[in-house]
């Protein structure tokens, strides 16, 4: 059988190891997955994810996106350099007043998850073209569509990716490639508790006091809620994009959570451009009792919804 390469980057944990788990395990076997990491010392928890997958149908690589040298020498490492489906997954945030960041820790977001991407790309696309063949898949984010409170940077990183990608796609499309941005809301791995615990170790006092209450006490506490209430798993995310890598025509952009869809719309719905920015403002400043509460009441539903699917299962097993 002609199974398909597949190379991922960032498979230390989060939404790179489901994927990297979901895609081995693929019930037609299309797939052999090079799931990569930067550091090797961290492969544990894919190893014992991957189980009897590895070293048949998943190998475990070290690539470091900010290092040229090693995608160069995990690309060559493939067989026949040949490389199907990249899914540039790798990636991190950064939250806070930019008065408050280092140039440096923005510019590790930028190098990261924009010039990461790039360099991949540097080193993937002139086999794909020269083959007519191959697919792109980027996991981008909404902030690649819409920028948040406090997320200056990373929805400038995000933002970055997806002008590169939209701007590449008419190229890809003349050599018969595919590109496609996977757009999650929040998921819940160690991206927020990393994002958080960096917060917390934010010096405020470079920044004004409304500036640092407004980080504290209105971004942090709603942060916490939307992904209490909205949050999906990586596996939720790994299922979404082994559907569009087995898509015959995949869709150049896929959001990911039809819970935030409605906060994504409001970019659509007008080209001024004010709708989103006045609704965020409010849903914060304004209405912050009703945007809470209704948060709460997706929150209690989706854990109904959970609960009573965990009763069915332990009635069917008993
Ligand atoms: N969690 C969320 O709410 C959302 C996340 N995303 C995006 O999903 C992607 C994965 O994030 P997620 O799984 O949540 O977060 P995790 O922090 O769990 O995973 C991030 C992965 O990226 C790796 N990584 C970071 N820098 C590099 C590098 N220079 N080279 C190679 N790997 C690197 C990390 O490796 P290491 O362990 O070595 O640090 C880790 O494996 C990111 O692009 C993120 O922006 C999009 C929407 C929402
Ligand atoms: C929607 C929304 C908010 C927060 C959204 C968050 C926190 C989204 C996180 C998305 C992530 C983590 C994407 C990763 O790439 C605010 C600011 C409370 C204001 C009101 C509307």
């Known amino acids: 059988m002609n199974q398909k390469t597949v190379l991922i980057t960032g498979c230390s944990s989060g939404i790179g190891l489901a994927l990297a788990v979901r895609i081995a395990n693929d019930e037609k076997k299309r797939f052999i997955v090079y799931a990569t990491m930067r550091n090797l010392g961290k492969a544990e928890a894919l190893v014992e994810a991957a189980g009897r997958t590895l070293g048949k149908t998943l190998m475990i690589k070290q690539l470091d996106v900010c290092n040229e040298d090693s995608i160069?020498?995990?690309?060559?490492?493939?067989?026949d350099g040949k490389l199907d489906i990249l899914i540039s997954n790798a990636g991190m945030g950064l939250v806070g007043p930019i008065e408050c960041q280092s140039m440096e820790?923005?510019?590790a977001v930028m190098d990261t998850n924009f010039f990461g991407l790039v360099r991949l790309l540097k080193e993937i696309l002139p086999d794909m073209k020269k083959r007519k063949s191959g697919h792109?898949?980027?996991?981008?984010?909404?902030?690649?569509?819409?920028?948040?409170?406090?997320?200056d940077i990373y929805a400038a990183s995000k933002f970055a990716?997806?002008?590169?990608?939209?701007?590449?796609?008419?190229?890809?499309?003349?050599?018969n490639l595919n590109i496609s941005l996977i757009e999650?809301?929040?998921v819940v791995t160690e991206f927020e508790q990393k994002v958080y615990e960096e917060a917390m170790k934010t010096d405020l006092s470079k920044a004004d006091k409304m500036t640092a209450d407004m980080f504290t006490n209105i971004y942090m506490k709603n942060s916490k809620q939307i992904y209490e209430s909205l949050g999906q798993t990586p596996e939720d995310i790994a299922e979404h994009t082994h559907?569009?890598?087995?898509?015959?025509?995949?869709?150049f952009r896929h959001q990911t959570n039809t819970l935030y869809t409605p906060m994504t719309t409001l970019k659509y719905a007008d080209p001024n451009g004010d709708l989103p920015i006045d609704t965020?403002?409010?849903m914060v400043f304004e209405h912050d009792k009703v945007f809470n509460a209704s948060l709460n009441f997706v929150k209690l539903l989706r854990w109904r919804t959970r609960k009573s699917f965990t009763i069915d299962k332990d009635k069917s097993n008993s």
């Open 184 to 186: 999650p809301g929040p």
């Open 72 to 79: 160069k020498a995990c690309v060559a490492s493939l067989p």
């Open 105 to 107: 820790e923005m510019k």
């Open 136 to 151: 792109i898949v980027v996991i981008s984010s909404v902030m690649g569509i819409q920028g948040i409170l406090f997320n």
């Open 280 to 282: 965020f403002y409010k």
């Open 161 to 175: 990716v997806e002008g590169f990608c939209e701007s590449m796609a008419i190229q890809a499309m003349r050599f």
């Open 243 to 251: 559907k569009i890598i087995t898509m015959d025509n995949p869709p």
